[in-house]
């Protein structure tokens, strides 16, 4: 079945041991691992185009263009669109569904490792989203982030690979620690190069509650043993 197919029929894939790495790149041979198992590549947003007015990362530093910096201040970016919907109180998430793409999956919390990069799940942890612990939860006002695995052991597909047949319009609901369901509607699906993921985008402060759910994309480099682009999806809380 081809990466079109997949997304037009939005079929669930299973999630499996997870590989490679959204934010920190690990390992390679994805590619032949889906020629021999006739697994196509991660769907890819319709019309993908690079992201604009982002900040190039250093070409010293493959994983710097994914780190949150001073040029996501409220200061760095246009004003942002008021909200109507009230934000919620603190309180971490706890699971995550995204019904049109089948995934359904606990979440835990991740910082930022002694490089100021995300971390990425790990060990028994490693197929499940993670939120980063830097950015609001979920509910809250401002960019609440999320991060999963598009590929895994023996790269095979992850809690992510459909990702990109994420389209607008869908809905995320995330549960959280306090008993309540947030759930957003999506806005926006883009990829963008590594090199230039869109920080300010990310994560710049927001009116109200929003939500950034990244993966890996794109053409798998086997050379460099990682994928080249980053999927991102943008959604505005609906209810909560």
Same mark, same amino acid.
């Given at each position: 079945?081809? @990466?079109?197919?997949? #997304?037009?029929?939005?079929? /669930? @894939? ?26 196509? /590549?991660?769907?890819?947003?319709? $019309? $993908? ?6 900040? /190039?990362?250093?070409?010293?530093? *493959?994983?710097? #263009? ?5 040029? $996501? ?6 004003? *942002? !669109?008021?909200?109507? &919907? +009230?934000?919620?109180? $603190? #309180?971490?998430? !706890?699971?995550?569904?995204? *019904?049109?793409?089948? &995934?359904? @999956? *606990? ?17 028994? =942890? %490693?197929?499940?989203?993670?939120? %980063? ?21 023996? %790269?095979?597909? @992850? ?14 609901? &995330? ?7 947030? !759930?957003? +509607?999506?806005?926006? &699906? ?12 990310? %994560? ?6 929003? =939500? ?9 480099? +086997? ?12 959604? +505005?809380?609906? !209810?909560?």
């Amino acid at each position: 079945m081809t @990466s079109e197919q997949r #997304s037009a029929r939005r079929r /669930p @894939s299973t999630p499996v041991v997870v590989a490679c790495a959204v934010l920190l790149v690990v390992g390679g041979g994805a590619v032949a691992w889906a020629a021999a198992q006739q697994v196509g /590549p991660p769907p890819t947003p319709p $019309a $993908a185009t690079s992201a604009e007015q982002e900040v /190039p990362a250093s070409s010293s530093d *493959p994983d710097a #263009s994914t780190r949150p910096s001073a040029s $996501a201040s409220p200061a760095a970016e246009p004003a *942002p !669109t008021r909200s109507s &919907v +009230k934000p919620l109180r $603190a #309180s971490e998430p !706890t699971a995550v569904r995204i *019904p049109s793409i089948g &995934v359904e @999956s *606990p979440v835990h919390g991740l910082g930022l490792d002694e490089e100021g990069r995300l971390q990425v799940p790990s060990g028994e =942890l %490693y197929d499940q989203v993670a939120w %980063y612990d830097g950015s609001p939860s979920p509910g809250e006002a401002g960019p609440a982030v999320l991060e999963g695995h598009v590929t895994g052991a023996g %790269y095979a597909p @992850s809690v992510f690979f459909e990702l990109g047949a994420t389209r607008r319009g869908d809905l995320i609901e &995330v549960d959280r620690a306090d008993g309540s369901t947030a !759930t957003f +509607k999506v806005t926006e &699906v883009k990829s963008s190069p590594k090199d230039e993921f869109p920080r300010v985008d990310v %994560y710049g402060a927001t009116d109200g509650p929003e =939500l950034r759910v990244i993966t890996c994309g794109g053409t798998f480099d +086997k050379e460099a043993g990682r994928h080249l682009d980053n999927v991102i999806v943008f959604a +505005k809380l609906v !209810t909560g």
